[in-house]
């Protein structure tokens, strides 16, 4: 059962445009959410998180937008380099709900969207 | 610098042999560390949770017994792939908590494991 979903395998922007990347969760307990960025042979780096008492979190040029009502947050990169080109991993966890499922501090991940910006 | 040291990068072993997975936290005590499973194409898996000092706890449809855990001090936790089948090639990737309960932030470099 895929809590966290990323519908997108792969996306394709060119140098300076903006990339979105989207996410979907089911779970209502998630309230904390990340975005990592994988490159091949590595493991994940993290990159910009979110709180559900928050709708937008912005780190340079990653802004991250949650909308809890639609349970769907997103990445936007803007302006989009040749080096974001990655796989990036959306991730929830419930660090404080109820259910925190078997393991504090886990997170469900999507299963990724191939960004790819060429010049 | 790396926060998450894990070795090996990659290993080819023989059906049936055990291959040991290290992974060490280098700036600072974990007590929590994470053992993830990525198959190609697919999300990271959380195999389990590895608790320093005590059992680690297993996800659901995870062998304990064929995925042994050892978290013996506050900065590393091995992962033994016990007799292992080309099943089991994967790429196995430790993260480390930030803190009690904290979200992993921190994830090792992963190690690819072929099973031939």
């Known amino acids: 059962d895929q809590q966290v979903k990323q519908n997108s395998p792969s996306l394709s922007v060119q140098e300076g445009r903006i990339s979105i990347l989207n996410c979907d969760y089911t779970n209502s307990m998630f309230d904390y959410f990340l975005w990592y960025k994988k490159y091949p042979a590595e493991g994940p780096t993290f990159l910009i998180s979110?709180?559900?008492?928050?709708d937008k979190n912005e780190d340079g040029r990653f802004t991250v937008f949650l909308n809890k009502s639609a349970k769907h947050l997103s990445l936007h990169i803007v302006p989009s380099q040749p080096g974001d080109s990655a796989v990036y991993f959306c991730?929830?966890?419930?660090?404080?709900?109820?259910?925190?499922?078997?393991?504090?501090?886990?997170?469900?991940f999507g299963r990724g969207t191939q960004l790819t910006v060429w010049p | 610098g790396a926060v998450v040291s894990q070795h090996p990068s990659w290993v080819i072993c023989k059906s049936g042999t055990s291959v040991k997975i290290e992974c060490r936290s280098l700036?600072?005590?974990?007590?929590?560390m994470f053992w993830y499973r990525q198959f190609p194409k697919q999300s990271l898996m959380l195999m389990a949770t590895?608790?320093?000092?005590?059992?680690?706890?297993?996800e659901q449809g995870v062998e304990k017994d064929k995925f042994l855990i050892n978290h013996a001090s506050l900065t590393l936790s091995t992962l033994t792939v016990t007799s292992a089948h080309p099943e089991d090639s994967s790429f196995y990737i430790c993260s480390v908590a930030a803190g009690t309960g904290g979200t992993p932030l921190h994830f090792g470099n992963g190690t690819r494991l072929t099973v031939t």
């Open positions: 991730a929830a966890s419930a660090r404080f709900g109820a259910d925190r499922g078997s393991t504090l501090g886990r997170l469900y």
């Open positions: 700036d600072f005590q974990a007590t929590t």
């Open positions: 590895s608790n320093e000092g005590s059992k680690a706890t297993y």
């Open positions: 979110i709180s559900s008492i928050k």
